[in-house]
């Protein structure tokens, strides 16, 4: 009889041929070998759905699922992770790489921490080529409200998933975030401090395609797990806040950005104009000044509450 494997990695794939046999590569020279590897094939053409056949003949610990109609990425996950047999579980985008000894550095830590459930790691920015462009550390858990500090370097349990019922398939491109701060509220999230993966950034990502319905995905998020979550105190609510202006301000949402600032400081007593919010309003204080924005416009982009509303370009 067949033992389960420690680790199951689910890969999920839609027309990756370009960048998928890096990405599997990096999974079969991992120095930690007790591994299953779940290709998810979300309704690709021929080309990429042969390649996970392929790779699914390669090597019996890498198992091909085909998906007849597309599910899109948190779909494809969920379904991928319904066929996931491992005592710890993670996954790895198409295009991504894992350094070879990351889930023998991530098994360590969840083998040695009985109580961590989620263990995340730095990572390294890498463009087309493969070439280093930048660094992430890994932040701490108590940022989460701010930003999605576990990123896509990670291993975590799978009474984690269980309990939460998986990703929420109608958070398409913020499936992680949401996932997260859900989690956040039950269960133990250890960073640790190495660079264990290969983040790539290309024209052709699923978050470059896609940038423009990124941070109404984030915001709806932040709103449902933060916002409207008696969890989190005034403070951390402010926090929040800032992080989504941090977030518009750098897409050109003045007006978001603008609004968000607004939300921080009725959360909080303390000062939360940060360097960043001033430079911020002071921009859209120019943007008025030279008719790019009209009063109208920045009176009636604002709600009454927080919430989800449209974006508004400045």
Avoid at 108 to 113: A, F, M, N, Q, Y
Avoid at 231 to 240: F, H, I, L, N
Avoid at 284 to 297: E, F, N, V
Wanted: with cysteine.
């Amino acid at each position: 009889m067949t033992s389960l494997p420690t680790v199951s990695v689910v890969l999920p794939t839609r027309n990756g041929i370009h960048y998928l046999d890096q990405a599997v590569g990096s999974v079969l020279d991992q120095t930690f070998e007790d591994w299953e590897l779940i290709l998810v094939d979300d309704a690709s053409e021929p080309p990429t759905a042969t390649r996970v056949d392929h790779w699914s003949r390669v090597d019996p610990r890498i198992r091909a699922v085909h998906l007849p109609v597309r599910r899109h990425l948190p779909g494809a996950l969920n379904c991928g992770f319904d066929h996931a047999s491992g005592r710890y579980w993670g996954w790895i985008s198409d295009d991504n790489r894992y350094r070879p000894a990351a889930l023998e550095r991530f098994v360590d830590v969840l083998d040695t921490h009985s109580r961590v459930d989620v263990v995340y790691s730095g990572y390294t920015v890498i463009d087309h080529d493969g070439r280093e462009i930048g660094v992430s550390a890994a932040r701490p858990p108590e940022d989460l409200p701010t930003r999605n500090v576990v990123g896509p370097s990670f291993l975590f349990r799978p009474g984690v998933f269980a309990e939460l019922g998986g990703y929420d398939e109608s958070m398409r491109l913020a499936e992680d975030y949401d996932l997260w701060l859900r989690a956040a509220a039950r269960f133990v999230f250890q960073p640790a401090d190495i660079d264990l993966y290969e983040y790539r950034r290309h024209s052709a990502s699923l978050t470059s395609t896609n940038a423009g319905g990124l941070f109404p995905q984030q915001e709806k998020a932040v709103v449902r797990h933060v916002l409207d979550s008696p969890q989190y105190g005034p403070d951390a609510k402010a926090r929040a806040c800032v992080g989504l202006a941090i977030a518009a301000g750098r897409r050109r949402l003045l007006i978001r950005a603008a609004h968000w600032l607004v939300w921080a400081s009725r959360y909080s007593t303390a000062r939360t104009s940060t360097e960043f919010g001033r430079r911020l309003l002071d921009r859209l204080r120019r943007a008025c000044r030279r008719g790019r924005i009209g009063p109208a416009t920045v009176t009636g982009s604002a709600p009454t509450r927080p919430g989800v509303q449209a974006t508004t370009r400045a």
